[in-house]
């Protein structure tokens, strides 16, 4: 590759709404240049980078015996409403319709097009196990497109599907896909860790586990345990809990006090000057649109995924200002589990086991001390809602919890029969009884990785990509393409690498200097020669993108440099 004949707009600066380091650097780089809000062009160094990404991760597909195939982006409504999801999607599902008014969607994900493909071509047993992927652009109308390619509208999705006969068998498959998913993300370069995730809602009975890399800027909260043996999303994430001996304490009888205008845990814990852990805290929700009450303790979160498990619920949310009101005769920041009828009572297991505590008194303005668990009111479920905390101790024993940040770079799922079911993916087993087949999916981010790599390999002057993703393996720069010694070493260097068939590019552009290094940082290709002033006796600068280094050496030495190391 010549740089003179590629389009490679690096950029001096970043656009100002570039937030993430790694948009910044793609953007500088010349590598994507956005089209629309989350909708990205991939220039020809960002699509090379991408190819090489969506190679990893064919190769270790097809290690596993899946089979590519290419189902369609253009889905009809029909397959959505018999799957259930045309609704729940919601507004991120984009709908089009066809010159006969014939409804579709642009595919978010393809559980609907494959249950139906193997509903119709897949009738025996012996046609099983079986999974299939491909590597598609997929649609999703996104509330906050952001950080360049981690979040987009028009992003590109690895997604592989599995078909089994028993649960036994799936977990023959989906091991086999951790296992994959492992080194893709290895081979790419990332730090990451797979976490346990929560089925919830979607799958219903399967074990699901999502893979972060660890990213400040990530979304996801990942929980891991001090030796690293247990590791969780914050949805899922558990603590060790022992049940603690009551003091046997006599408790004073609940009493009320005047609290004016004191709503939220901070103002309480100066009212009363006590730490936050000595309140209850109250929150109301809907879930399945019935009135619930939660309390967990006031220096903690109420999970919501925890308690919708609990529930076997669908969707939560939390209830606004005047259902509250409603529901406990006052003002938000007075809710209390005592004297509260006619919602369902979560009290998390922590404020269970107190002696005593504070609460709000289910009038404005009013909350009560010596409020006592059992005495005072009566759980309809105990049990565990709140997220985890560091410093709470893992589950499992592995010492305490720590957080991190996480960037989802992809997804395995035991789905069950949710969808072969709907959408009759049925075979005869051996007695030539009817079967639904037991399903998996599993997700991964290609355009995403490019992010979360970017995220995690680039320094203050640009990108440091990793060997197998690099759209080079070395960089030539000769120093003056006008000068005939440099010139003429460059080439031979050049032609060298292509005939060794190594990826080679080569900065023939007629610029300064310092103009090439800058974009030659800024690209970040690991291996650089300089071809300079000592270019008639054969001499060379290598410097590798991630060292400061720079050594001269002969053309041969730097040419087995990059060899060896290829
Ligand atoms: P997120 O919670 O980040 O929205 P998701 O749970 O919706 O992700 P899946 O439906 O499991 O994601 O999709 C599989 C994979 O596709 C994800 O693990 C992620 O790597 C990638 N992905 C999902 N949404 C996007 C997006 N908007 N832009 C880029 N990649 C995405
Ligand atoms: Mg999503």
């Known amino acids: 590759m010549k740089q003179s004949q590629l389009l490679i707009p690096t950029l001096r600066e970043a656009p100002a709404d570039a937030e993430a380091v790694s948009h910044k650097w793609m953007l500088r780089a010349g590598l994507i240049r956005q089209l629309a809000s989350g909708v990205y062009t991939y220039l020809p160094l960002g699509f090379r980078i991408l190819k090489k990404v969506q190679e990893i991760v064919r190769e270790e597909m097809d290690r596993i015996g899946a089979q590519e195939l290419l189902l369609p982006a253009m889905q009809p409504a029909e397959l959505w409403q018999k799957s259930g999801r045309y609704d729940v ?40 196990p079986m999974t299939l992927y491909q590597i598609q652009t997929k649609y999703r109308d996104e509330r906050r497109p952001r950080f360049g390619l981690l979040r987009g509208r028009e992003f590109l999705m690895k997604d592989a599907y599995s078909f089994d006969r028993s649960w036994e068998e799936l977990d023959v498959t ?58 969780a999303n914050l949805e899922k994430a558990e603590m060790f809990w022992e049940e603690p001996t009551p003091s046997g304490a006599q408790i004073p009888p609940m009493s009320q006090i005047h609290t004016p205008n004191i709503h939220s845990i901070d103002q309480l814990c100066a ?15 809907l879930v399945d649109d019935q009135p619930v009450a939660v ?9 919501e995924t925890k308690v919708l498990n609990a529930l076997g619920g669908e969707r939560i949310e939390l209830a606004e200002a005047g259902f509250v009101q409603k529901c406990t005769g006052a003002e938000v920041g007075f809710a209390g589990p005592a004297n509260l009828s006619g919602v369902r009572l979560l009290v998390d297991r922590e404020v269970q086991a107190m ?24 759980a309809d479920l105990v049990g565990d809602f709140r997220n985890a905390a560091e410093g709470d101790l893992s589950p499992d024993g592995s010492g305490k919890l720590k957080f991190y940040r996480g960037i989802e770079v992809g997804h395995v799922f035991k789905l069950g029969t949710k969808y072969s079911e709907k959408l009759g993916a049925e075979y005869l087993d051996e007695g030539g009884r009817r079967q639904a087949a037991i399903m998996g999916c599993y997700g991964i981010g290609i355009s995403r990785i490019l992010s979360a790599v970017a995220e995690q390999h680039c320094d203050e002057n640009g990108m440091i990509w990793p060997a197998e993703l690099a759209p080079a393996a070395v960089h030539i720069i000769p120093a003056s393409i006008k000068d005939e010694a440099q010139r003429k070493l460059a ?23 310092g103009v090439k290094f800058k974009d030659a940082d800024l690209i970040g290709i690991p291996h650089r020669i300089v071809v300079g002033r000592e270019a008639a006796e054969g001499r060379v600068e290598f410097k590798r993108r991630a060292e400061d280094d720079k050594q001269s050496m002969s053309a041969e030495e730097a040419f087995a440099q990059v060899t060896d190391a290829d």
Do not use: C, W
């Not at 505590?357 to 409020?371: C, K, L, P, R, S």
């Open 174 to 231: 989906y091991r086999a896909m951790y296992e994959a998913y492992s080194r893709i993300f290895t081979r790419v370069g990332l730090n990451f860790r797979a976490v346990q995730a929560d089925a919830g809602a979607i799958g219903g009975e399967g074990e699901t586990h999502e893979f972060m890399a660890l990213a400040d800027i990530g979304e996801d909260t990942i929980v891991v345990s001090e030796n690293g043996d247990y590791a």
């Open 355 to 378: 002696e005593s505590g504070i609460a709000g008194a289910n009038q404005t303005d009013y909350h009560v001390e010596h409020i006592q668990p059992g005495r005072d009111f009566t």
């Open 491 to 513: 080439m031979e260097l050049y032609e060298k690498f292509r005939a060794a068939g190594i990826e080679v590019l080569l900065d023939d552009r007629d610029e300064r200097a």
């Open 295 to 303: 309390v967990v303790r006031g220096d903690r979160e109420v999970n």
């Open 271 to 285: 009212f009363f000057d006590q730490e936050a852990s000595v309140f209850f805290k109250t929150l109301l929700y």
């Open 89 to 128: 999607y919601g507004p991120e599902l984009i709908r089009l319709k066809d010159r006969h008014d014939r409804e579709f969607a642009l595919g978010p994900t393809h559980e609907e097009v494959i249950t139906t493909l193997v509903a119709g071509e897949v009738s025996s047993y012996r046609q099983l």
